[in-house]
Each structure stands twice: as C-alpha cells, then as structure tokens.
C-alpha cells in the first residue's frame, strides 16, 4: 500500500533482528518474561486510571525494568511547552518497545494501526491509556482521521506518531507517509521530531526490531534473552512549519542525522 498516505514500505526482514553481546543465561530470559507478564498484570488491573500520566509513566518503566532494559533520555522534554496546543512527536519505528520507552519518557496520546486495537491484553491496554487507532487502507477515512488528529492537538494534548508506518532496523529506515504532518498544519501545532536508538554495550544493535511478519512471541524471547540492552531517545528541536511534503522531508533527515556514528560504521563494514 505505498500509495496510500497511510502506506507502508517494505520494511525491513526478521533476519536484519541480531545480537550484538552474548545472550542471559535462559533462567534470566524466563525470569524476565514472568516479571513482564506480572508488570502486564499490574498495569490491566489498574482500568482507567492507568491512563494518568504518573501511573502511565510508572507502568512503562516497568516494563522495561522486567526486561532488563535501561533507558537513556536527557531532560528536554518531548512536548514543546507553549502555544495552546499539544505537540506531534514523530520517531522512527524501530520495535514494540518504542511506545514503552517513549511513555516511560512523557506520558502521550499513541497513534497506532487499527489492528492494534484487537490485538489480545495489548489491545484492551492501548484503549485504555487513549489511543487513537487508524485505519492504513481506508483512503475514505483518511480526512476523518487528519481531522480526528488535528482536534486532539488543538485540545493540548500531545500525540506520538511513526510516520514511517512500519519497522525497520535502525534509525534512518524508509521515507516519513506525509498525512500526519497535515494535522499539525491544520492545527497549528509544533512538530517535534525524536530518535529511538538501541544499543548492546555500546554498540549499535538490531536485537530489539520487531521486523516483517514476526510474532509477538519470537520477538519477545528475543529481547527477553538480549544483554545490557539500552534505548536511547533524542529529541530534536521543532520543525517550522511550513508544508506536510517538507516537514515530513526535515523530520526524517533530523532522525537519520542523530543516528549514532557506529550504526554508520556498522552498515559500511557489513556492505
């Protein structure tokens, strides 16, 4: 569907996902996937007032805790203080764990696909916490959904998209869809762009993608079995806004140029 606005590229395959350090004993996988299901449990159990944005903060941080994740963020915030409106943060789409690692930063209204809505546990989850669903394929809806996005700016809050539209293993990955920069035009709204970066003991890693057709599962015991595994979240200064084709053009180029120099060097060496 790349010629919808809401399109997906090819992505990346299952096999660019890769250690990059030795993987935890098994014991310390399992232990991991109990904690995760047990933080998962806590988080279900608390209804509607997970979606406050100290307990959604608090539930994303343990989740990362229960997979052994560190977090790397400074203290710049996402959101850009100001102006009436909320921001439209746009990252790169990396994993799964993007989401967690950017609430674990600043509690924020997701933009997700549709899909994700029926999705078992997670997506009761995702209702929860005012998610705003989006339908990739429907081109009728599309108006509706620019419209949808645009009102939630204008109401203060704050919205995390992936105008990328499906994952890729590093930061620069594929071209930013443009629809979603229409709402903030339309609203009037910054436009932060923001970085997802993982990492292995300082070195650049893939082990976290969650990549192609993958299962949740085979995704998880992947990450669960990773070591010192870190995220890194860098936000950019915000965009002016002028047109959707060059916020999203500027946007992508302010992601891909904060990659880290050893993702750089890591593709050379491997090409």
Not at 60 to 77: H, K, M, N, Q, T
Not at 91 to 105: E, F, Y
Not at 125 to 146: K, N, Q, Y
Not at 195 to 217: K, N, R, W
Request: some cysteine; glycine content about 10%.
């Amino acid at each position: 569907m790349s010629g919808s606005p809401w399109g997906v590229d090819a992505g990346c395959t299952p096999d660019c996902a890769a250690h990059a350090a030795p993987r935890v004993p098994m014991a310390e996988s399992v232990r991991r996937c109990a904690a995760l299901a047990y933080a998962i449990t806590r988080g279900a159990a608390r209804g509607d007032r997970l979606a406050e944005p100290g307990m959604l903060r608090g539930q994303a941080r343990s989740v990362l805790a229960a997979l052994g994740i560190r977090l790397e963020a400074g203290r710049e915030p996402l959101t850009v203080p100001g102006g009436g409106t909320g921001t439209l943060i746009v990252a790169n789409h990396i994993s799964w764990l993007d989401v967690v690692a950017v609430l674990a930063v600043e509690p924020v209204t997701l933009l997700a696909k549709r899909e994700i809505g029926r999705w078992p546990v997670i997506g009761t989850l995702a209702r929860r916490v005012g998610t705003r669903f989006i339908d990739r394929e429907g081109l009728r809806e599309l108006p509706s959904s620019i419209a949808d996005l645009a009102s939630t700016l204008r109401s203060g809050r704050s919205v995390l998209a992936f105008p990328q539209a499906t994952t890729w293993c590093s930061a620069p990955g594929g071209r930013f869809r443009r629809a979603t920069f229409q709402a903030a035009l339309d609203a009037g709204a910054p436009v932060r762009p923001v970085t997802i970066a993982y990492e292995q003991l300082g070195a650049p890693s893939t082990v976290a993608a969650f990549l192609g057709d993958e299962d949740f599962v085979t995704s998880l015991r992947r990450v669960a079995g990773a070591s010192a595994l870190t995220v890194r979240i860098t936000p950019h200064p915000p965009l002016p806004l002028t047109d959707r084709r060059s916020l999203a053009n500027e946007a992508r180029s302010a992601v891909g140029r904060a990659e880290s120099p050893l993702y750089a060097a890591a593709r050379v060496s491997s090409a």
